[in-house]
């Protein structure tokens, strides 16, 4: 399965962002994606996934603000960013691991 990964962009401390992931197949079928973000001082990290039944999981400091959900029908997995910080800033990817899939990067800039 091929990703496409969009939506990224500078935006001010406290703004919002929503990232989009569209996949070549259909999803539904998937087990797990989600989204990571990587930056050169702190590495590639996970920041939320969602299986294929809806179950949902985020990096502790992300609760609250970012929400994973997806589109079956659209094959598409979002993650929406709220209350955005400055150490928000990295790259972001979308994924799907079971398949060893992962899209391009999108870049996040959180900054006044």
């Known amino acids: 399965v091929q990703l496409q990964a969009s939506g990224g962009g500078l935006v001010q401390p406290g703004g919002s962002l929503r990232l989009s992931c569209t996949a070549s197949?259909?999803?539904?079928?998937?087990?797990?994606m989600r989204w990571d973000r990587e930056t050169s001082g702190k590495g590639r990290e996970l920041v939320a996934f969602?299986?294929?039944?809806?179950?949902?999981h985020y990096l502790n400091s992300v609760k609250g603000r970012f929400t994973i959900f997806k589109d079956n029908a659209k094959s598409t997995v979002y993650l929406q960013m709220n209350s955005l910080k400055p150490e928000d800033t990295a790259i972001y990817y979308c994924?799907?691991?079971?398949?060893?899939?992962w899209g391009q990067g999108t870049q996040v800039t959180v900054s006044s």
């Open positions: 969602i299986t294929h039944d809806g179950v949902t």
């Open positions: 994924g799907a691991p079971g398949l060893n899939s």
């Open positions: 197949e259909n999803i539904a079928g998937i087990n797990v």
